[in-house]
């Protein structure tokens, strides 16, 4: 036998030795280094030798095949020895280990043939043995290989998975051409730049005399030495591959199809079970929810455990509130203090807001700082009568202090506080905001990493929306441009998880109906309604947000589909009792779905719900939200994207000519009756009628035109966007404006005084101020067409909405011929309408508040100072910019920080 093996060896030794003397230089330059290491590794620790991760626990596999396949003792043999691949691919000084001992041998500059290294009695022995078997490779003669010159094919790169099993310094056995493919070259025919470089060719070309590829250079190429310790795939690390496995003899394939089964499973076996659990650690385990929580929602509130939607824990009878206070006692105070006191390390770096301050002090002042008890619950009372009315979504007769999640409790307080606005009560909400706007981002990125239940999703939503009302409330400009991510992260993971897709969800009056008639019946259904209510001030978020920020919603309003709030009187009844009677005087429990394509296709509203009567207050808001939603939306995607172009453009009369954005007027005209002026609780909802003439404000001026002359990028566009606005101020759509801009005014100053205000009549108020006056500033005194006809008051005045209809969001130069429209004036008697009518048609003298207005600096200085005004009482330290504008722009710097 040794004297066939000898034989064959000799017959392809010129191949073996032209691959050893000229293909692997490359080889052995990159090899050298690693056999060095190993080398010592196994001198020094000679037994505590490094154990192979990928073949761990794995038995030395036999030899397949030998010479003679045909022959039975041949594959009955296991202990022939083969030559290892080191051997005949190492640098000179590389020796095959043996057990966990190393034999020293003298180095050799090359391959020499007169060396015995076939001869089974001074080889190491080797699991894998190496058989030349002529029939299954056939090596040509060097000459025909020189004057043939055939392209040698790329080396063909496998995946580490394929050699977990094997041995990466072996060879095996019987090499065979894949498939029987005769146009494949062996390796021992590749030229030596193909054989060593095929797979490094985004690699730098080498200096030859520079053996060592740990030099600065080569390092920034090469894994790590930690990487090449660590890794059982030495060859593979640099893009080279195992020919053990790279072909397989068709015979082998045929047998194995027998024992597939076992293979398998021997496969299988050979991955460690410790690699699992390091796959484990670095990779972290998936969240077992599902990312559309609306499905499942109201079977989980329904299904909670606690009396409130927003507690930790049950609530005894104690820990509701006396009739004195709300229960925020000094271990609720010692509570809160505890978990905020020490502000954590923020990203945010406000100089305003963040001042450097040593850690140890602030350990030291924590307790000091932090409010007594009492100006807590005072803060918690203002919370509840100032602000809560505004965003209903709080089941009163159920929560309780010491069960209220701590961040949440504290965002209430911060917000009372605001509203406190005394010096102290101001300087620690803004001390405080930074670092606690981190917490509250950090609990939201929590929740969607984690597998958190539905009902804790509502609970971290509802803490991060009272955070995005307090950096409005503040009325500090850095709180609310910190808060910009909050706002993306919220409203986008909300739309994600399906809240604003009630279609989705399970049918809540069958669930009601399932019920038992007890208590537990009144707190599941007060559950399901904070649920229902939070889900739509989430929508008014997205409204207002987006408005303030002149950016695009995130909402999509076209597949809104909320559930309109019960009737408020249901929420806030104090017991069962009240509640169950309630019920039986005919307030129902239920209340319909509603979207934004009912308003579009039903212009009465009947589909809602007995014409919006059941949508309550915060329904009536949430529609309207959504119309303005919709309007922005439109807005972005239609009207020049440059903050700077300067144009008089009329939104409505671009929306006209797009498909989406043509259902506008209509819809908002047929809000009138549902939430507008017309509506039956118009005197009860003053937010709602200020929003809705807002929305008709939207349509009939650019307000980033009015943004832009009042100084919101400096001089230089200013004086064109005035230009703008004086062609805009001949238009019947401006005078329009004017009418819906004098309205606001008054609904806002003959509010009462527990009348609560939102961020939407702020804005709108703003936005009123603007179009008023500077459309006095720039409207010419003798431009309207009724000379000598008495002034037109505009704030006392009681217009007529019906007759206005749709007047000034059409052009009437698109309905008549001009001959026709002169004829039918004329015939018009225009004693039969009224005075707003007329102004809005033909133009003419404006009166405000008996004060009548020719136009012109004085009038618009005025008007400005009025709303100025108007806006310090009513709203605070909310959105100050705001008041601050129109201070400067009618010069008066009383109420302007020094800075501006």
Not at 629 to 645: F, H, K, N, S, V
Not at 657 to 681: N, Y
Not at 761 to 788: D, E, H, I, K
Request: aromatic share 8%; hydrophobic share 35%; with cysteine.
């Amino acid at each position: 036998m040794n004297a066939r093996i000898l034989e064959n060896v000799l017959i392809h030794a010129p191949s073996v030795t032209k691959l050893s003397l000229e293909g692997n230089d490359v080889l052995f330059r990159h090899m050298k280094c690693h056999a060095q290491k190993n080398d010592k590794t196994a001198t020094n620790k000679a037994t505590a030798s490094r154990r192979n991760t990928i073949s761990e626990g794995v038995a030395p596999q036999t030899a397949q095949n030998e010479f003679d396949v045909n022959s039975p003792a041949a594959l009955a043999s296991s202990t022939q020895t083969g030559i290892p691949l080191m051997q005949i691919l190492s640098p000179p000084n590389y020796h095959p280990p043996q057990g966990n001992e190393t034999t020293q041998q003298p180095p050799r500059h090359s391959l020499d043939l007169s060396t015995p290294f076939l001869d089974s009695t001074t080889t190491p022995s080797n699991p894998l043995h190496m058989g030349m078997s002529s029939t299954s490779w056939t090596i040509p003669s060097p000459i025909n290989t020189m004057n043939k010159m055939p392209q040698p094919p790329q080396p063909q790169k496998q995946s580490p998975s394929q050699n977990s099993g094997g041995n990466a310094s072996t060879f095996e056995t019987s090499v065979t051409t894949p498939g029987g493919n005769p146009a494949q070259t062996p390796r021992s025919e590749m030229a030596p730049n193909h054989f060593a470089d095929s797979h490094m060719e985004w690699l730098p070309p080498s200096d030859p005399n520079q053996n060592n590829f740990h030099d600065p250079f080569q390092m920034w190429l090469f894994p790590s030495l930690g990487d090449l310790d660590q890794s059982p795939d030495f060859l593979q690390t640099y893009g080279l591959t195992d020919p053990t496995q790279q072909f397989a003899d068709p015979k082998d394939l045929t047998n194995g199809r027998a024992y597939e089964n076992a293979d398998r499973l021997k496969t299988i076996d050979k991955v460690p079970r410790e690699r699992f659990s390091r796959v484990q650690r670095c990779w972290g385990p998936r969240p077992g929810r599902v990312h559309r929580i609306m499905p499942i929602l109201w079977k989980e509130v329904a299904a909670l455990r606690l009396d409130n939607l927003f507690s930790e824990s049950p609530t005894t009878a104690e820990d509701f509130r006396t009739t004195s206070n709300w229960g925020l006692d000094i271990d609720c105070r010692v509570r809160l203090r505890d978990a905020f006191r020490t502000p954590a390390p923020s990203v945010y770096h406000s100089p305003k807001l963040q001042p450097v301050v040593d850690p140890s002090l602030q350990l030291q002042q924590g307790n000091e700082e932090f409010p007594p008890a009492e100006i807590l619950d005072i803060a918690l009372g203002l919370f509840f009568r100032r602000f809560h009315p505004t965003v209903p979504f709080i089941h009163m007769a159920t929560f309780s202090v010491r069960t209220t999640p701590s961040p949440m409790l504290f965002a209430m307080c911060l917000i009372g506080l605001s509203i406190l606005g005394t010096t102290g009560a101001t300087k620690f909400v803004a001390k405080m905001f930074p670092s606690f706007l981190q917490r509250v981002c950090n609990d939201l990125s929590a929740c969607a990493a984690t597998s958190a239940s539905p009902t804790q999703q509502l609970v971290v939503f509802a803490t991060a929306l009272l955070t995005l009302n307090l950096s409005v409330v503040t009325g500090d400009r850095d709180s609310f441009n910190q808060s910009q991510m909050l706002y993306v992260s919220l409203i986008s993971m909300v739309q994600q998880n399906g809240l604003f897709a009630a279609g989705d969800g399970q049918s809540l009056d069958a669930l009601l109906s399932e019920m038992s008639e007890s208590d537990d019946r009144w707190k599941v259904w007060s559950r399901i309604e904070s649920a229902k209510r939070l889900i739509l001030g989430l929508l008014l978020v997205d409204s207002w947000y987006s408005n303030l920020l002149s950016r695009a919603p995130i909402i999509r309003s076209e597949s809104v589909c909320v559930v309109a709030p019960c009737d408020e009187a249901l929420f806030q009844a104090k017991s069962a009792t009240q509640w169950q009677s309630l019920l039986r005087s005919g307030k129902s429990q239920s209340a319909p779905r509603f979207r934004i394509e009912d308003l579009h296709q039903h212009h009465d509203m009947q589909p809602v719900g007995g014409g919006g009567q059941q949508l309550g207050y915060l329904g009536r808001s949430s529609l309207l939200a959504l119309l303005q939603i919709q309007m922005l939306e439109a807005y972005q995607r239609l009207m020049p994207p440059d903050q700077l172009t300067i144009g008089s453009f009329v939104p409505w009369h671009v929306y006209s000519g797009d498909v989406r954005a043509g259902t506008l007027i209509p819809a908002v005209l047929a809000a009138t009756h549902t939430a507008g002026p017309l509506s039956s609780s118009s005197s009860d909802d003053t937010n709602c009628t200020v929003l809705w003439h807002s929305l008709c404000i939207m349509l009939l001026s650019d307000f980033r035109m009015f943004e832009l002359a009042a100084g919101r990028h400096g001089a230089a566009p200013a004086t064109g966007a005035l230009e703008s606005i004086g062609q805009w101020s001949q238009t019947q759509s401006a005078r329009r404006a004017c009418v819906h801009a004098a309205q606001n005014f008054r609904l806002m100053s003959e509010r009462r005084v527990s009348d609560n205000v939102t961020i939407h009549s702020v804005t709108a108020l703003f936005a009123s101020a603007l179009v008023l006056g500077l459309y006095l500033f720039m409207v010419q005194p003798g431009s309207s067409s009724r000379q000598g006809t008495a002034p037109v008051e505009l704030i006392e005045a009681d217009p007529d909405w019906t007759e206005l209809h749709d007047l000034g969001f059409k052009d009437e130069s698109l309905d008549q011929h001009p001959a026709d429209r002169s004829l039918t004036a004329n015939r018009e008697d225009e004693s039969c309408r009224s005075l707003v009518y007329q102004f809005v048609k033909h133009g003419g003298t404006v009166s405000l508040n008996g004060v009548v207005h020719q136009g012109g600096y004085e009038s618009a200085r005025r008007v400005l100072l009025d709303f100025a005004n108007l806006m310090d009482g009513i709203s605070g330290r909310r959105l100050r910019t705001f008041t601050q504008v129109l201070h400067i722009m009618s010069d008066d710097l009383m109420n302007v920080d020094p800075g501006l």
